[in-house]
């Protein structure tokens, strides 16, 4: 009797296959009370990373689009940005282009575009955005361009206990307005990028003011780092899609108890992006390193043109 | 009918009186559905305090005993230290004198003696230390040494649905290993001090190596700003007892809904420690300003003498 003949199929957007298999074998073993791999429920820590591995990062990710769209509105008093780096290459939407630049280089857009304002205001800003905001080959939202199969995974992770968090490059304040809606991740389990606040005074009331300082570029080793100062607990489930992932899937591989890493791979140039079409230089997505490594560290790859039934929910294609 | 007589008294250790009939009364009315000021169980977030505010902080809190161990044993490799500021007064157990230099220059105690280990080398050193240390005055273990009526008010708001968080000026890495069985709080919701980490590896294995940069140092104005960070939302109750929760507190109760602000003032010089008796230059523990603000901004202040009925549960006294 196969495992899935126990229950309806929880991942249904899954092709059948040696990746549905491993997951679904893995959260049958560790929660099953009694199993020599049963994990108590307060150790039952998953982790995501957003972009890439929960929707897509090319052409953009939402985060960029965000950043590219703020700049532009303050565009007009900036006459010197038209010339000048990290500016022009963001204003252009050129992504790929700005990234490269390195993320200090960056950060100076986030400087100029992130900071002035409280927390709760960008909080509505964030909202508003990503209200109206839409993806620019799909012309769709971006809260609709998440992948149905992942969505089936969290779920099924919830069900079974695990507490599960994103821990993305993406900033904590960007993601945590909308997050909850799209993945019912809810928003303290979101770890992310973040600039400096400080508590201050405004209209006579208490507010946390950003500062134009990036404080945590949560990518590749910081990974680690983060989830220790946020979870404290180490981490049983983890899924990647890229080499900043690399230090994450390493640390929750090296724990003493069973665990499950996946790196998902972009596969289908014909329903997504198939990144080996990109540059091999791309700053970001570039999961070269990752792939080599995961057949040694008994990670599982996920081939998206393989593996998943459906991309997205409503059946679109870029 | 008193509220109280509605159900077993969750409040065993509390007096009648104000402060309890006011902590009785606010989540009462929070969890009744249909009742104008009740919160959604998503947001029921409760920020407490930790030390002075659940367990003493006079003449020592556990982590400056702790800090003062660990620097007596690295001390025969130092004998420069005996001459030398912050490390004379810590090897002295002189903790007024040690905090009253600022934090800046006693961080050159922590540097010296919580780096190099890895982050579960540290968790090791912390859980052998809380076995064996015990408290100068009462030579109870520290465990045992924190406030029953608080424990009781802990496990009420968690009956009630409440997520409780302690935010503490202590280290992250230090509460973390004992804190879940004393207070039933999970790890995870531990917000503190912290010094920078790195992704690294020993003996061929992942690990996170604590270096000797204090990163962090939650008192004060970083509370409410690492409350934003781990949490992402304003919590709707918060308790603390000195003028370094002033910032926490006020930041709860400029939330836009119904909230609740409390203030443990240390009265009974019998039972447990009359901070009045003190230094007034305290670098902790001292609640002027706070007890001065309390009636205008709304915050229920807890007189320990008149409030409980019980302060350690095996009712020793110091």
Same mark, same amino acid.
């Not at 960056?106 to 409280?118: D, E, H, K, P, S």
């Not at 905001?133 to 695990?162: C, D, S, W």
């Not at 792939?291 to 059946?315: C, H, N, Q, T, Y």
């Given at each position: 009797?196969? /495992?899935?003949?126990?229950?309806?199929?929880?991942?249904?957007?899954?092709?059948?296959?040696?990746?549905?298999?491993?997951?679904? +074998?893995?959260?049958?073993?560790?929660?099953?009370?009694?199993?020599?791999?049963?994990?108590?429920?307060?150790?039952? !820590?998953?982790?995501?990373?957003? @972009?890439?591995?929960?929707?897509?990062?090319?052409?953009?990710?939402?985060?960029?689009? *965000?950043?590219?769209?703020?700049?532009?509105?303050?565009?007009? #008093?900036?006459? $010197?940005?038209? +010339?000048?780096?990290?500016?022009?290459?963001?204003?252009?939407?050129?992504?790929?282009?700005?990234?490269?630049?390195? &993320?200090?280089?960056?950060?100076?857009?986030?400087?100029?575009?992130?900071?002035?304002?409280?927390?709760?205001?960008?909080?509505? @800003?964030?909202?508003?955005?990503?209200?109206?905001?839409?993806?620019?080959?799909?012309?769709?939202?971006?809260? $609709?361009?998440?992948?149905?199969?992942?969505?089936?995974?969290?779920?099924?992770?919830?069900?079974?206990? *695990?507490?599960?968090?994103?821990?993305?490059?993406?900033?904590?304040?960007?993601?945590?307005?909308?997050?909850?809606?799209?993945?019912?991740?809810?928003?303290?389990?979101? &770890?992310?990028?973040? &600039?400096?606040?400080?508590?201050?005074?405004?209209?006579?009331?208490?507010?946390?003011?950003?500062?134009?300082?990036?404080?945590?570029? @949560?990518? +590749?080793?910081?990974?680690?780092?983060?989830?220790?100062?946020? !979870?404290?607990?180490?981490?049983?489930?983890?899924?990647?899609?890229?080499?900043?992932?690399?230090?994450? /899937?390493?640390?929750?591989?090296?724990?003493?108890?069973?665990?499950?890493?996946? /790196?998902?791979?972009?596969?289908?140039?014909?329903?997504?992006? #198939? =990144?080996?079409? =990109?540059?091999?230089? /791309?700053?970001?997505?570039?999961?070269?390193?990752?792939?080599?490594?995961?057949?040694? $560290?008994?990670?599982?790859?996920?081939?998206?043109?393989? @593996?998943?039934?459906?991309?997205?929910?409503?059946?679109?294609?870029?």
């Amino acid at each position: 009797m196969s /495992l899935l003949s126990r229950a309806r199929d929880p991942l249904p957007s899954w092709h059948e296959g040696a990746a549905k298999e491993a997951i679904i +074998g893995f959260v049958n073993r560790v929660t099953t009370s009694g199993h020599p791999e049963f994990i108590p429920i307060a150790e039952r !820590i998953a982790v995501f990373d957003h @972009d890439g591995t929960l929707c897509p990062e090319m052409p953009v990710y939402a985060q960029f689009a *965000f950043t590219a769209d703020r700049a532009r509105a303050m565009a007009p #008093a900036h006459p $010197e940005w038209s +010339g000048e780096s990290p500016f022009k290459e963001v204003l252009a939407g050129d992504m790929i282009g700005a990234l490269k630049l390195g &993320i200090g280089v960056f950060a100076r857009v986030l400087a100029a575009t992130y900071a002035g304002m409280t927390t709760d205001e960008f909080e509505r @800003d964030v909202r508003t955005w990503m209200a109206t905001a839409r993806h620019p080959k799909t012309g769709r939202p971006y809260t $609709e361009m998440v992948y149905q199969p992942m969505l089936e995974l969290i779920a099924f992770l919830q069900a079974n206990r *695990f507490r599960v968090y994103l821990v993305s490059a993406s900033g904590i304040d960007f993601l945590r307005p909308w997050i909850e809606s799209v993945y019912s991740i809810p928003r303290e389990q979101v &770890i992310g990028s973040s &600039i400096r606040l400080q508590f201050a005074s405004r209209d006579g009331k208490p507010a946390l003011v950003r500062l134009p300082v990036l404080e945590v570029y @949560d990518e +590749g080793d910081e990974k680690p780092v983060a989830i220790h100062h946020f !979870i404290g607990r180490r981490p049983v489930f983890a899924f990647g899609n890229a080499d900043g992932d690399i230090a994450m /899937l390493r640390w929750v591989a090296s724990g003493d108890g069973p665990h499950f890493c996946g /790196l998902l791979h972009h596969t289908d140039s014909d329903r997504e992006w #198939a =990144y080996e079409a =990109y540059d091999p230089a /791309l700053p970001i997505g570039s999961a070269k390193k990752a792939l080599a490594m995961a057949p040694g $560290e008994g990670w599982i790859v996920v081939d998206m043109k393989k @593996d998943w039934r459906i991309i997205f929910s409503s059946g679109f294609r870029p």
